[in-house]
T-cell receptor, first 114, second 117 residues
Framework: DAGVIQSPRHEVTEMGQEVTLRCKPI?????LFWYRQTMMRGLELLIY????????DSGMPEDRFSAKMPNASFSTLKIQPSEPRDSAVYFC????????????FGDGTRLSIL | DQQVKQNSPSLSVQEGRISILNCDYT??????FLWYKKYPAEGPTFLIS?????DKNEDGRFTVFLNKSAKHLSLHIVPSQPGDSAVYFC????????????????FGQGTILTVHP
């Protein structure tokens, strides 16, 4: 079975540019999560969806960040405009069910903003 | 405010010996705990979990112990193998978060485990 698929794996762009990260969850999973990993803050949850609906976006750092899930098999995390402090590894994860099911992670997108 | 703490940034163990990774938490509402393993350039991989109604869960070489009164959990790997060398993250979930039946995962900072041949 295919796992969580993220694209691109690496992104290098200049400050001020729009960045779009993509995620395809595992088929049948009804929860989708976006995380960011940095040296300073570790792995932190940005936002999560249930059945394509955003449930909690309290971890989204600021209005420059937005996330969508137009259907059950696709989600995007967008940063506009990007800043150097957004440089991090961004992970997408998905899970099934409403209680205590482990999340399955993609391999992440390493984002560098110059 | 770090609710899940892994106080040891790294651990070095000889092959065949026991590895013990520790994790402390502060939020008494956490009721489900997980360990993830992460290799470089890959996403975290689920390893083992434990519910707060238990104090021990085993899966092969991996055992997780939970001490609710001390708000402490540990992961034991016996015997340790070089392939176990990775970063290990402890995570905790609170089912009551936001009123939903699913809790958000709060991760510790991770412990780098190195198993020497």
């Amino acid at each position: 079975d295919a796992g969580v698929i993220q694209s691109p794996r690496h992104e290098v762009t200049e400050m001020g540019q729009e960045v779009t990260l993509r995620c395809k969850p595992i088929s049948g999973h009804d929860y989708l999560f976006w995380y960011r990993q940095t040296m300073m803050r570790g792995l932190e949850l940005l936002i999560y969806f249930n059945n394509n609906v955003p449930i909690d976006d309290s971890g989204m750092p600021e209005d420059r960040f937005s996330a969508k899930m137009p259907n059950a098999s696709f989600s995007t995390l967008k940063i506009q405009p990007s800043e150097p402090r957004d440089s991090a590894v961004y992970f997408c994860a998905s899970s099934w069910g409403s209680s205590n099911q482990p999340q399955h992670f993609g391999d992440g997108t390493r984002l560098s903003i110059l | 405010d770090q609710q899940v703490k892994q106080n040891s940034p790294s651990l070095s163990v000889q092959e065949g010996r026991i590895s013990i990774l520790n994790c402390d938490y502060t939020n008494s509402m956490f009721d489900y705990f997980l360990w993830y393993k992460k290799y470089p350039a890959e996403g975290p991989t689920f390893l083992i979990s434990i519910s707060s109604i238990k104090d021990k869960n085993e899966d092969g070489r991996f055992t997780v112990f939970l001490n609710k009164s001390a708000k402490h959990l540990s992961l034991h790997i016996v015997p340790s193998q070089p392939g176990d060398s990775a970063v290990y993250f402890c995570a905790a979930s609170d089912k009551t978060t936001g009123g939903t039946s699913y809790g958000k995962l709060t991760f510790g900072q991770g412990t780098i485990l190195t198993v020497h041949p």
